[in-house]
């Protein structure tokens, strides 16, 4: 066995090459950014008014009036009117361009407006010229980058790319990906098991796990046959560039994928760790590029072994920072074997300090006290008492934050 450090230096060895290609905006959400978005016009592009009320000329405060004729509506949308004598007011909406004239807007809760005589009195009255506008050029200027190379794509990327007219994206491809489970126990989710069975969680998770980026992984699976696995196995080798699969690896006398990775030229470059949950992970490569992680079949080892290992892996191969978070703990924790240990914890963020509460389970069988915690906590070998108040680096797999 190795440890988890010497297992991640393993693991970053390996490194997958993603192209780039052009796809619709509205398909771009997850993706890597692959150009750097401009500001085709300023931002905003006209002198914006962002209060209802009325548009002034500030100086006409200074001069003391108070009463103003309205002149006329500026609504959204449409082009500027202009006003050129004293006491004269527009009345403006939000988001409309300012009038000729005016530099000030006066909003309806300082002011009363008489709708017979068309005549608006200022009933508190403002000493800021330029109160209330947005101005042309103050968030970007034309020209400026606006979005940057490798900026993962989300709803305001999308907004702020629309806004300057980019109907497509030019984004790094996903990861062409395999997840395949193991087993002749395992069911497919929408039927019954027997008694002996169980359904089919762990490719249901995984899949759900690959989709902030975007990638839409094939789902298979093998029973328990040498002959099968190798064959399938065999095949996806030359159609993936990621194999994911979950079981097989321990020990037992049906679990036949180091041994079918093995026949099919899979170089293994190590086949179990020193830590709790997870320690039959499965790593390695083939010669045609494709990277190889066999998880164990137990839910918890499979989802720790993919946040503690294949994520940040996977965040390197597109390009992303991977920052290791540091959380404090509220209780300690005893744990005797020589083993790294992966606590399962609820996190809370208190005045910018990240806590971990341990949250008992039973096991790595124990899929359904995942739904209770929040991440991992990542406990050192060389210890058994893990104090109180004292940090560790934890794996997040729920935001807290």
Not at 310 to 332: E, F, I, N, Y
């Amino acid at each position: 066995m190795i440890t988890v450090q010497e297992a991640e230096q393993i693991i970053n060895r390996h490194t997958i090459q993603l192209q780039s290609e052009e796809v619709p905006l509205q398909q771009a959400a997850g993706r890597i950014l692959e150009e750097q978005v401009l500001a085709d016009r300023d931002f905003p592009p006209f002198n914006r008014v962002t209060m209802d009320g009325i548009a002034v000329k500030f100086s006409d405060l200074e001069n003391g009036i108070k009463v103003f004729n309205i002149a006329g509506i500026q609504a959204a949308g449409v082009a500027p009117m202009s006003i050129d004598q004293p006491g004269q007011a527009l009345e403006v909406m939000t988001g409309a361009v300012m009038p000729e004239g005016t530099d000030t807007v006066i909003p309806y809760e300082l002011i009363s407006i008489s709708e017979n005589d068309k005549k608006a009195t200022v009933v508190e009255a403002l000493t800021t010229k330029g109160k209330n506008v947005h101005y042309k050029g103050s968030d970007r200027p034309q020209g400026s980058v606006i979005l940057k190379s490798g900026t993962v794509i989300g709803a305001a990327e999308i907004g702020v790319a629309a806004t300057v007219g980019k109907s497509t994206l030019s984004v790094r491809k996903a990861p062409k990906v395999a997840i395949v489970s193991t087993g002749d126990e395992l069911v497919p989710i929408d039927q019954n098991p027997l008694p002996h069975q169980i359904r089919s969680s762990n490719a249901a998770t995984l899949v759900t796990c690959l989709k902030d980026w975007a990638i839409e992984p094939g789902v298979y699976h093998l029973g328990d046959d040498l002959q099968g696995t190798t064959s399938t196995l065999k095949s996806l080798i030359d159609t993936y560039q990621i194999l994911i699969l979950s079981g097989g690896v321990s020990k037992g006398k049906f679990d036949y994928v180091p041994q079918a990775l093995g026949s099919i030229q899979v170089k293994k470059d190590f086949h179990r760790i020193k830590q709790r949950p997870g320690k039959p992970l499965w790593f390695g490569t083939h010669e045609s590029g494709t990277i190889v992680f066999a998880f164990p079949g137990n839910p918890v080892s499979s989802f720790m072994c993919f946040h503690r290992y294949l994520k940040p892996w996977l965040q390197r191969c597109m390009g992303l920072s991977v920052p290791v978070m540091q959380a404090v703990l509220t209780d300690t924790i005893y744990f005797k074997p020589a083993l790294t240990y992966f606590a399962q914890v609820k996190i809370s963020l208190e005045k910018g300090i990240l806590y971990a509460q341990p949250v008992e389970g039973h096991g790595s069988g124990d899929l359904a006290n995942l739904a209770d915690a929040d991440g991992f906590i990542e406990l050192p070998a060389a210890k058994t008492r893990f104090l109180k108040g004292e940090n560790y680096p934890i794996y997040p797999f729920r935001s807290k934050i």
